[in-house]
């Protein structure tokens, strides 16, 4: 049931019905629109993808009186009292499991790296077997893991680029010898059909972890495994401070459908979807 303060909301939106925009990390912009294409076959309801970089999406969090957003990442302490102050209360979500994934170019003999190289060349520390980091965005999720996980505040200002998008990397990087591209991995196991030919002309790199004595493509197994060294976790962040679509948006995604869809795209669900088993009470003894 709504309380008083739904009832504004209630002719316009409920968790079943009416319409909404959702903040959705780029990287992560494929798996979303899957989903929301079949909530929307389901139900009465209209989400609006609106495509932003991690940094845009949280400060457009606080400045909106209310907001979904889809990140892959949970809320820190001090964003959490931020809506603590607006007085509300987060919802959070974790719906699946993804992959930052290192590409090369097919013309590039090798299809392996080292992550310790990678995170030396974050340091500034140049490699003969890198010519340069290709990154979306400056201010992307995937920017921020990379600076977490290298413990630096600023990037390289030599070696190290920045587009708009995960197509635009994919694209300069099929086409550029030596670059490593840094990317979503739900890129590249649901291209749109305009990149796959940027697709079939990169190779997704297996990466050894820091200390590891494997190399591990970011395939769905080794990242339910836990091999693979870049994996992350993905959460819905409802702010509505109401019952509306957020509330039935995460509750489809973190159901059966929704974890079937995350399944089917190669991502790792967090719930793994159930079985369904017919078992007949008489055994056909019938012999051909």
Do not use: H
Request: aromatic residues 8%.
């Amino acid at each position: 049931m709504c309380n008083k303060s739904d009832k504004s909301n209630n002719n316009k939106e409920s968790i079943l019905k009416g319409s909404t925009s959702i903040f959705v990390d780029e990287t992560l912009v494929p798996i979303v629109e899957d989903q929301v294409a079949i909530f929307e076959s389901k139900y009465d309801a209209k989400i609006k993808i609106v495509p932003k970089s991690e940094a845009e999406i949280i400060v457009a969090l606080f400045k909106e009186k209310s907001g979904i957003a889809i990140l892959t990442r949970n809320l820190t302490v001090n964003e959490n009292k931020i809506f603590v102050e607006k007085k509300i209360t987060p919802k959070i979500t974790k719906f699946a499991t993804d992959a930052i994934a290192f590409i090369s170019s097919k013309s590039n003999k090798d299809t392996i790296v080292e992550l310790e190289t990678v995170i030396a060349f974050m340091k500034g520390k140049q490699s003969p077997s890198i010519k340069g980091l290709v990154f979306d965005n400056p201010n992307s999720s995937t920017v921020r893991y990379m600076k977490n996980l290298a413990e630096v505040n600023d990037i390289p200002k030599e070696g190290v680029y920045s587009f708009k998008t995960n197509d635009e990397v994919i694209k300069f990087v099929a086409e550029n010898e030596g670059m490593i591209g840094v990317v979503g991995i739900n890129w590249l196991t649901q291209p749109m059909p305009n990149m796959q030919t940027y697709i079939d002309k990169v190779n997704a790199l297996s990466v050894k972890a820091k200390g590891g004595a494997k190399f591990y493509p970011p395939s769905q197994n080794n990242i339910a495994e836990g091999k693979y060294p870049l994996a992350r976790d993905l959460y819905i962040i409802n702010a509505q401070g109401f019952s509306g679509l957020g509330m039935g948006f995460a509750s489809f995604v973190a159901g059966d459908i929704g974890q079937r869809i995350v399944l089917k795209s190669g991502l790792l669900p967090a719930y793994m979807p159930g079985r369904k088993l017919n078992i007949s009470s008489e055994i056909n003894s019938d012999k051909k």
